[in-house]
């Protein structure tokens, strides 16, 4: 057998040969998931002004139990029209600007009103006592959210509250996909006798998803080498990347190697010492990124995770890869003579537990997953109590 290349080299050659894409515009409301080109520079201060963490009454600094007049509101959105004098109060409203003249806020619990229209304050007011201050949040002209950062609900608050309206992202990866198999029918279509249904193609549509890129085409194709070809030549018309499923074996029926050498693509490598993802091929066509994963949905998956996934991130300027934790494991585990094992588990801290039977057609040992543990290829089994290391999902 030819040798296998070991995962991390594998991931490493993958990272090599990725070139991060350009960057585009992207209106704040559709940056969800984006990921971030050029930091959010705060436009001005936030808060923007000084104002009230509480419905109250806005005062200046003193002693508690003072008996005050009332000259004037303040309400979110509309300021108060006068400044406090001595011993005079502002009613404030949660969000509202802080008068001139006042220093603090007394919660409206802790005052009490005469029909005078005065007002006695039972708190002692404290400089700054319930008063959010200009630029706590977000000094002007600071980084409010750094480049590289995925976007998620939170950073699009925060760039919305520093004033932006539009993000430079990094232009989405362009994704085509291509399912191999004579056997593959489409979902929710019945199954003819050796028929099964094209998993492969939703569930890495959705990791391509997650992933931040887009979809451009999803492509089957039978297994021959004329189908293969036409498929593999449209699919790269038009696409950062390619990703295949099956057709990478050694089977007499596996045309995928060939249909990607007579389309252009350079292959940098074959078969990595992994279980599942054995047959995982690699390949480059100028700045397009080809992998051909293996047909085994769950080696689909894994090897996605693997390779491409941390592809599609630096494709789009994000880190590739989170620092492997590590883990307990509470059973034992055969180990492959030659191969990594990815075993799915489940986290309970740092305790993992295998999901169930391993087999790369068990689909339903990814479901529960929350993490890939590296079982490193060896001799007889890793015991119960071994310290593995972990990739989170
Ligand atoms: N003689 C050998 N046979 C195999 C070897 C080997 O070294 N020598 N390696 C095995 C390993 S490991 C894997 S992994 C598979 C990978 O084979 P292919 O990538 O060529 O995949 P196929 O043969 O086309 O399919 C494998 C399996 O996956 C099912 N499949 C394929 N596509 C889909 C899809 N889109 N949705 C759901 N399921 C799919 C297919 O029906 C097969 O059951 O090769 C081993 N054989
Ligand atoms: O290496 Mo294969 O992906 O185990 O079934």
Redesign the pocket.
Known sequence: MTSLLPVDAARAAVLAAVTPLGTEEVPLAQALGRVLARDVRAGGDVPPFRNSAMDGFAVAAGPADRRLRIVGESRAGSPAAVALGPGDAVRISTGAAVPDGADAVVMVERTEEHPDGTVTVHDEATPDRNVRGVGEDLRAGTVAVPAGTTLGPAALGVAATAGVAHVTCARRPRVALL???D??VPIGEPLPPGG??????VALAGYVALAGGEVVSRTRTPDTAEATRAAIREALADADVLIS???????AH?HVKDALAAAGVEERFWRVALR????TWFGVRGEQLVLGL????V?AMVTFLLFARPALLVLQGAPALAPRDTAVLTRAVPRHAVRDEMVRVTLDGDRATPTGPQG??VMTSMLAADALALVPMGEGELPAGAEVAVERL
Do not use: C, F, M, R
Not at 196 to 201: E, F, Q
Not at 245 to 251: A, I, L, P, Q, R
Not at 276 to 279: E, F, H, I, M, Y
């Open positions: 399912a191999t198999g056997e593959l099964i249904h094209d998993s492969n193609a499923t099956g057709g990478v074996s050694v089977g596996d599942p993802g054995k047959p293996p047909g085994n949905p080696s790369s057609h």
